[in-house]
């Protein structure tokens, strides 16, 4: 056997769709996708028919070769770049209300419960495994401001087998007394857990990057003292990780914001004067955003999770992802558990398009531009790019097996569908039954029973 063929764990045969810009869906037919055993795409070739599919192999065994059907195409891994893993507890419930009247009825209560490491693993289990069945192969999970807990989210994680960035949130101020920590024991166990899991990565040994990192998480700035947003941008440089917060979502919001922290001036700023707006900066909703604190995103290179569904749901408001766009600023998007009602990025896609219609009808986005944020925007938000996303040849292999013709699918497929009319339906009337494999760096996830 050549060391080529030597070197690939899997091949596949088929149909493949993925974004090669944020214009462009590229459909490759009859293609041969080998990945190697790192889980990285080792090569694709184009156009291979049918009777000469096996002389393309290089090599290659059989045995390692998926053979996809006319109804089924692979497609790029999602990416949730906003989601709250404890939050997934009551997920569908409490949307008659408004950000600061939600989080204090709801989302504070649930998350005082995160105190029990055991209930905690409990609900993490099934919010990943939902999330993973929903295609999602990478997402940026808020866990709570327990670090126990959250430690625990990464046990899940790493059993599950997504690509996650996890954050202990951070919470000294404007909160429930079992939900405030001070500013030292919020410090301090933010440190004890990047330590946690960077021991984790370390003992992996690892020649890929690692799937799990840890983010710096300040829940909001309306949570955090002025001195705990300053340590935590010096923890965020010290061990060089992602950061994670809300930003804009609520003009109540904003407004409590502004009579904090009077020396910033605006929102925005007062991330960026405590050195919490980076280019790995990854700020949910962006919905009441001034052009000027956009051009502070852009030039500090941080990335927007539009999380469209939750901004309906606690009647935020709607982002303008067009103007996002035309200005190059680093857009994904989030499913916002709970605000959201789903976990699935086909929800967050649907609703990225209502909400752009309803903005700017004769402007709104368009499916191959929706389909980019849902996959390689999200990429670029966690600056990933170079390693998923899309079917770049040198990428990790993270993927979704899509089967448009599923048993029990809520989809129907008829002899005049084209494989595009296959995909435009998955992507507006399917859900996770036609999500039939996932992997994540070339691995096949075992898509629990839930
Ligand atoms: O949608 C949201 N969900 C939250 O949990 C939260 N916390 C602060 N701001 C928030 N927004």
């Known amino acids: 056997m050549s060391s080529f063929a030597s070197s690939i764990s899997k091949v596949f045969y088929g149909t493949f769709i993925h974004s090669i810009s944020i214009k462009e869906i590229e459909f490759i037919s009859n293609g041969l996708l080998f990945?190697?055993?790192?889980?990285?795409?080792?090569?694709?070739?184009?156009?291979?028919?049918?009777?000469?599919?096996?002389?393309?192999?290089?090599?290659?065994?059989?045995?390692?070769?998926?053979?996809?059907?006319?109804?089924?195409?692979?497609?790029?891994?999602?990416?949730?770049?906003?989601?709250?893993?404890?939050?997934?507890?009551?997920?569908?419930?409490?949307?008659?209300?408004?950000?600061?009247?939600?989080?204090?009825?709801?989302?504070?209560?649930?998350?005082?419960?995160?105190?029990?490491?055991?209930?905690?693993?409990?609900?993490?289990?099934?919010?990943?495994?939902?999330?993973?069945?929903?295609?999602?192969?990478?997402?940026?999970?808020?866990?709570?401001?327990?670090?126990?807990?959250?430690?625990?989210?990464?046990?899940v994680i790493e059993e599950q087998g997504q690509r996650a960035y996890v954050g202990k949130v951070n919470m000294n101020q404007n909160s429930p007394d079992v939900l405030r920590e001070t500013m030292q024991s919020s410090v301090a166990d933010t440190r004890a857990f990047i330590q946690y899991v960077r021991a984790i990565d370390d003992a992996l040994g690892l020649d890929t990057k690692p799937l799990v990192t840890p983010i710096i998480t300040p829940r909001f700035?309306?949570?955090?003292?002025?001195?705990?947003?300053?340590?935590?941008?010096?923890?965020?440089?010290?061990?060089?990780?992602?950061?994670?917060?809300?930003?804009?979502?609520?003009?109540?919001?904003?407004?409590?914001?502004?009579?904090?922290?009077?020396?910033?001036?605006?929102?925005?700023?007062?991330?960026?004067?405590?050195?919490?707006?980076?280019?790995?900066?990854?700020?949910?909703?962006?919905?009441?955003?001034?052009?000027?604190?956009?051009?502070?995103?852009?030039?500090?290179?941080?990335?927007?999770?539009?999380?469209?569904?939750?901004?309906?749901?606690?009647?935020?408001?709607?982002?303008?992802?067009?103007?996002?766009?035309?200005?190059?600023?680093?857009?994904?998007?989030?499913?916002?558990?709970?605000?959201?009602?789903?976990?699935?990025?086909l929800d967050a896609f649907r609703a990225a398009r209502t909400c752009s219609i309803a903005k700017s009808p004769d402007d709104s986005l368009l499916i191959p531009e929706l389909f980019y944020l849902a996959t390689m925007g999200g990429a670029r938000v966690m600056e990933l790019e170079d390693t998923i996303g899309n079917f770049e040849v040198g990428k990790e292999f993270d993927a979704i097996l899509v089967n448009t013709a599923a048993k029990h699918s809520p989809m129907d497929v008829f002899e005049h569908d084209t494989i595009w009319t296959k995909f435009e339906k998955y992507l507006f009337v399917g859900d996770d039954r036609n999500n039939e494999k996932v992997y994540v760096q070339g691995k096949e996830v075992r898509l629990p029973d839930i």
């Open 35 to 155: 990945v190697d055993t790192h889980g990285r795409i080792a090569k694709i070739v184009r156009n291979v028919p049918n009777d000469q599919f096996r002389g393309a192999l290089d090599g290659v065994v059989e045995s390692k070769v998926v053979i996809l059907n006319e109804d089924q195409f692979v497609i790029p891994g999602f990416v949730d770049t906003h989601i709250h893993a404890p939050q997934y507890a009551y997920c569908g419930n409490g949307h008659d209300v408004t950000l600061l009247d939600w989080l204090d009825t709801l989302a504070f209560p649930h998350e005082a419960k995160f105190k029990d490491a055991s209930y905690a693993r409990r609900i993490y289990t099934k919010a990943v495994a939902r999330s993973l069945r929903n295609g999602t192969t990478s997402a940026c999970w808020f866990a709570t401001i327990h670090l126990d807990a959250t430690k625990e989210l990464v046990k």
């Open 221 to 345: 700035a309306i949570s955090c003292t002025s001195d705990l947003l300053t340590e935590l941008g010096k923890l965020a440089a010290e061990f060089d990780i992602p950061i994670q917060s809300h930003l804009c979502e609520n003009l109540n919001e904003i407004e409590f914001t502004k009579s904090l922290f009077p020396n910033s001036i605006d929102y925005t700023s007062v991330y960026a004067d405590h050195e919490l707006l980076t280019h790995r900066s990854i700020m949910a909703h962006c919905v009441h955003m001034k052009d000027e604190e956009l051009q502070l995103m852009k030039a500090r290179r941080a990335g927007i999770s539009h999380c469209a569904s939750s901004n309906f749901n606690i009647k935020s408001g709607m982002a303008n992802v067009r103007k996002m766009l035309d200005m190059d600023l680093k857009v994904g998007l989030g499913t916002d558990v709970a605000g959201g009602f789903s976990s699935s990025i």
